[in-house]
């Protein structure tokens, strides 16, 4: 039987880490490794079981480094692979995992690939690329990051060539049709794997299997269904227990293309329900999200969802009509400069909801009560701010507020020499740090911390079948999972969690996004039978309530409820 310890992912809370703006042990004012390996403690107290380490590889760092040069070592500003593999063991010892960024839809146009490609025709990298001796017609469609690039092809003057790049004109794409480009990320993935990573965040995943931009040879030639399949039968030979994360904001008819009937990417962060839970915030309505976590597909039992709040990258609100993203500007993103492609958002979730303490922690208990497993962001756990006047994305990538003072204890380099200045004014170190509000009991981390904790302890949301309930008052999302029911695809061995039952359970969560308290009242059908136990809440409400009659919620409260059910219950009330 399937446990915990097998697909270690639905157990896991991830947290994402660019390590350039970590933390410097070496005081030249870039993080590094031996930075990022003196704060495993800190990851571990807070309950991260799993790190993903966003791109470290030798780069020109033109796009934080998703414009790779060498997919086999470490930027030398960060470290050593040396001290990669310290970092691994150290994280290994307190018993967090550790996943990599793997950018294979294309690389820098300083790798050697790319060098030896675009000089000689001849050469055996030039079909690593994706060449053609005029641009499509529709090589102005399709840009991801319209407004600074205007085109997906660019004329290389050394090649005598135009060469397809989905992203900026520096980032190549690679020939995912041609089979030894397949055998070079067969072996690089073979690299990482082999030195002990637990698997990748596939960058871009959609643009892999892509069909736009391309002529329909290059998308015959790419196999797109048969590509994922590829890469996950490799890893799993390679090690069983090893994972993929795919960064795909598709939509619910696209899912499959991405999980497959469970032999394909196990992750997928779930971008659908993100924008729907913004908008769902902007609006103080329920229905956005509820109605996207309905329109998701059920993902076999070994896929599972990726849920978060804030990512490196804008807010991406493209999957949203008009009027809705329009809400959501208004609601975060008020002045023009905060807005992004034409389709997102540029800031950090603090000063998207105006610093309120309430609101960040409904924003934070409403994510981690979505079945899945929660995707934290460096600094998101303090409250850190974002700078505004750095380019693109690079506002929200300041480095983390470790104490007070002017570097926040992040290096002890000049601040000039720092890789990016430090946030100033409200958001800044001296208001906002790990130091003070670890002394401080009633900080934002130290409540962060608590309900990760709470977290760890529902199997019932990472490994259940979850659902949103229908409730009487708008405002309010109200999310069931249950676990071990008699009809549920993968039932695992118990594991101990405390205060869990043995038999069936069930968590019941509710989140009322608006500022005025109300009174919501269940369906007897979506409680059933069983004892209730209150888990978290946003204030203390008294004794618990039997879930079957009146649940009062205060302005923005959340309360998460167990219900033991009991093994009488012939079917699960979950999908
Ligand atoms: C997606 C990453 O999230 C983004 O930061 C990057 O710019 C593009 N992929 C290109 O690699």
Redesign the pocket.
Known sequence: MLGPGDLWYKSAAIYAINVDTFRDADGDGVGDFSGLTSRVDYLHALGVTCVWLLPFYPSPNR??R?DVADYYGVDPRLGTLGDFVDFLRVARERGIRVMIDL?V??TSDQHPWFQAARADRASRYRDYYVWADEPPPNAREGM?FPGVEESTWSYDDVAGAWYFHR?YRF?PDLNLANPAVREEIRKIMGFWLELGVSGFRL??APFLIERKGVSAAVVEARRPHTFFRYMRSFLSWRRGDAALLA?ANVLPDEVEDYVGSGDKLQLLFNFYANQHLFLSLATGRAAPLVEALGALPALPPSAQWANFLR???ELDLGRLTDDDRGACYDAFAPDVDMRLYGRGVRRRLAPMLGNDRARLELAHSLMLALPGTPVLRYGDEIGMGDDLSLPE?EGVRTPMQWTRGPNGGFSTAPPERLVRPMVTGEYGPDAVNVADQQRDPGSLLNWLQRALGVRHGCPEIGWGSGRAIAVDVPSVVAIRCDWRTRHAAVVPTPVGEIGAPDGPSAVITLHNLAPEPCTVCLAASDVGPGEVTELLTDRDYGRAPDLRGEVALGPYGYRWFRIATGDDRSTGPGR
Do not use: I, P
């Open positions: 796009d934080n998703y950018v839809n294309h991801v992203f980032q960058d871009a960064e990512n490196h990258d994305r």
